[in-house]
């Protein structure tokens, strides 16, 4: 049996730990909205250049070194988790598709690499040692010349042949309730080709006038294309890591409540039992007295 | 007034402008080129430099930087990876920009870097292009 002063405690402590995780919640419900604010911006940018990136495809055909189909020997993943935790399974569901897919590689005797974007994500990798690069503490203020320079890197590690697949590995942000982990193609980049695209190409694109030719602006949009689906998953990333907390730190705020109240319980049936123990005490003495 | 062609610019942080405009005058892959209402479809890379546009017989000015422009049944697409306004130029910080990017430039002559040097010459070109802008605006 505790004593009171150990459940008063207790009680205090626990009281506490839910202001925290409240107040973690209000934070991560304004940061939420911050950073969807930014993704709802990005979305007209990335509509426009699918759009284009359609058009130009249909029409154009050639050899570029970010699309060559080569015979996959390395993989190399792309993992973009969070910089900070407590935010539920949220990192854990990402490094647990990309271990997946990891091992799915090499029972097929191919080799894995990883790019880590995200503290927790390169926490976790680096002691496989296959780790190729991170890119840490870039999550809460990042830009598109940060996505740039991550891009740049895979482009240029590809080209050279050390790689011949490149994956990335994000949450999808479905909803502030839910976000799914994803597996996105990223290298070679795949030809656009959607049914409806393919009509609107060949009655378009045909008569474009381009300048320069259409070779030479693939070869500037090719790049560009990996940065804008490696900006994507960052911002999706950061929009879903303040919703995944905002979830765990309800949760968490819900869990102390039910705590604090089990513990209440717990301190009225001992300070009850004190009472009636000291009654029996008083109304013993009484009797004593009177006889 | 004349026909009328809707320029639209986008950038990863957003839409920029979205109106119906006389003329656009932009930075192309070949030069300057200008567009106007019923242009031909057409699609150019965009260099760093000044997006002008008339609208109403008044004229604006905008500095972009590296993108693509898309022209098709009578609308422009600036897809581009930044765009600032005139009056949200800070032009002390474009001049010092550019001497910066000079210098760097200057020391990087003869030097095996070629990044470096293209990195600079980039950064001159923006704060170049951000002067002149800031200045059309000031006049």
């Known amino acids: ?291 | 007034m004349a026909e009328t062609i809707e320029l639209e610019v986008v950038t990863p942080s957003g839409p920029v402008v979205s109106e119906n405009v006389d003329i656009v005058t932009a930075p192309g892959y070949a030069g300057v080129f200008g567009v106007l209402a019923n242009h031909a479809p057409f699609l150019s890379t965009i260099k760093i430099g000044e997006l002008a546009y008339k609208k109403d017989g008044k004229e604006f000015s905008l500095m972009v930087s590296g993108g693509f422009c898309e022209v098709s049944t009578n609308k422009i697409t600036f897809i581009v990876e930044s765009c600032e306004q005139g009056s949200d130029i800070d032009v002390d910080r474009a001049l010092r920009a550019k001497e910066r990017a000079e210098k760097r430039l200057a020391q990087s002559k003869g030097q095996q870097e070629k990044v470096n040097e293209a990195r600079a010459q980039a950064a001159l070109q923006r704060a170049l292009a951000r002067v002149r802008v800031a200045e059309k605006r000031s006049r």
């Open chain 1, 1 to 291: 049996m505790p004593s009171l002063k150990d459940v008063s405690t207790k009680i205090v402590g626990v009281k506490k730990t839910s202001q925290i995780t409240k107040a973690m919640n209000m934070v991560s419900a304004a940061k939420l909205r911050g950073a969807q604010q930014k993704m709802e911006n990005f979305h007209p940018y990335a509509e426009k250049f699918n759009k284009t990136m359609a058009n130009l495809s249909g029409g154009a055909s050639g050899d570029y070194p970010l699309m060559e189909v080569r015979d996959v020997q390395a993989v190399e993943i792309v993992v973009v988790t969070s910089d900070r935790g407590l935010c539920g399974s949220f990192n854990s569901n990402i490094i647990r598709m990309a271990e997946k897919l990891a091992a799915k590689y090499e029972a097929d005797g191919k080799k894995v690499s990883y790019v880590c974007i995200g503290k927790k994500g390169s926490n976790y990798f680096r002691k496989t040692g296959k780790m190729r690069k991170d890119y840490r503490d870039i999550m809460g203020t990042f830009q598109m010349f940060n996505a740039r320079e991550i891009a740049q890197d895979i482009a240029a590690n590809f080209e050279a042949g050390e790689t011949d697949e490149v994956k990335v590995i994000y949450n999808h942000f479905r909803s502030v309730a839910k976000q799914e982990p994803t597996n996105l193609h990223l290298l070679p980049i795949k030809p656009v080709e959607s049914e409806e695209e393919e009509g609107a190409a060949a009655g378009s694109s045909g008569d474009y006038i381009y300048e320069p030719s259409s070779e030479e602006i693939m070869t500037v949009l090719l790049p560009l294309y990996m940065n804008v689906m490696i900006y994507n998953s960052m911002l999706q990333i950061g929009a879903g890591e303040h919703a995944a907390r905002m979830t765990a730190m309800d949760n968490a705020t819900n869990a102390c409540n039910d705590i604090v109240s089990e513990l209440t319980m717990i301190y009225n049936k001992a300070r009850q039992a004190a009472i009636t123990g000291d009654l029996m005490d008083i109304v013993g003495g009484a009797e004593a007295l009177k006889g």
